[in-house]
C-alpha cells in the first residue's frame, strides 16, 4: 500500500495517481492544499524538505518526492517502461524534457490564470511564459508527426509525464489548436487501459 500526498489540481500529482491507477496498485490519497501551503507546514517539511508535491511513501515508510522519479520507482519493470538500454534512455529523455523545458512554462502558465486569477503584476511572466510553453510543444509535435509516442513506439511514462500538463495547457490560455500530431497523440494516450481522467 502506498501513501500519496497530492493535490488534485496539480498535473504533477495527477501523474502519480494515473500510473498507480494503470498499473492497478493500492494507494490512500492524502489532500495536501498548495494554495493554502500545506506544503509549507513543519509537518510536511519534514517528509519532503523541498516542500513540493506529489510526494510517496511505500510501505516502508521511504518518502519520494518529484513526480518523475516517482513513475520510475512505481512502474520499474511493467510496460511503462522499455527494457530496452537506448529506449529507456529516450524515455528518460523526454522526461527530463518535460521537467526542463515544457512543464516550467505549460504548468506554471496555467497555475497563474486558473489559479492565481491572472494578477496584473504577473502578465509579463505569464506571456513569457505561453511563448516558451509554445517552443516546448513544437518540439512535442514535430517528434509527434513521425512517432506515435514519445519512446519505444509505444505509452511509457515518458507519455503520462509529458500528458499531464499538455492536456490541460489551454487553461493557461496555450492554445492547441496549431498542433494536430499533439491531439491525435493525446487521443491515444486516452485510449490506454485504465486511464483515469484528471480529477481536478
Ligand atoms: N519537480 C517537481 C515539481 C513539483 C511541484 O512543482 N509541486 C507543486 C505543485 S504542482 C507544489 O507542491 N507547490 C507548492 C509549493 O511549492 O509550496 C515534481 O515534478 O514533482
Request: net charge neutral; with cysteine.
Amino acid at each position: 500500500m502506498y501513501t500519496v500526498y497530492g493535490d488534485r489540481k496539480s498535473g504533477n500529482c495527477y501523474k502519480v495517481e494515473l500510473v498507480l491507477h494503470q498499473l492497478g496498485l493500492p494507494y490512500e490519497w492524502r489532500a495536501i492544499d498548495v494554495l493554502k501551503k500545506e506544503t509549507r507546514t513543519p509537518e510536511f517539511l519534514a517528509l519532503n524538505p523541498n516542500g513540493q508535491v506529489p510526494l510517496l511513501v511505500n510501505a516502508d515508510g521511504n518518502a519520494l518526492p518529484e513526480s518523475n522519479a516517482i513513475l520510475g520507482y512505481l512502474a520499474e519493470g511493467s510496460g511503462l517502461v522499455p527494457a530496452d538500454r537506448m529506449a529507456r534512455a529516450q524515455m528518460l529523455r523526454w522526461m527530463f524534457f518535460e521537467q526542463y523545458t515544457h512543464e516550467p512554462n505549460v504548468a506554471v502558465a496555467r497555475f497563474i490564470v486558473a489559479y492565481l486569477g491572472r494578477p496584473p503584476e504577473h502578465e509579463e511572466t505569464l506571456r513569457q511564459k505561453i511563448e516558451n510553453g509554445h517552443k516546448a510543444l513544437a518540439v512535442m509535435e514535430r517528434h509527434l508527426e513521425k512517432h506515435s509516442f514519445f519512446a519505444a513506439e509505444r505509452y511509457t511514462i515518458a507519455d503520462i509525464a509529458l500528458y499531464a500538463y499538455t492536456h490541460v495547457a489551454e487553461q493557461g490560455l496555450i492554445e492547441l489548436a496549431r498542433y494536430p500530431a499533439i491531439h491525435a497523440w493525446m487521443e491515444r494516450v486516452r485510449r490506454q487501459p485504465r486511464h483515469l481522467p484528471m480529477q481536478a
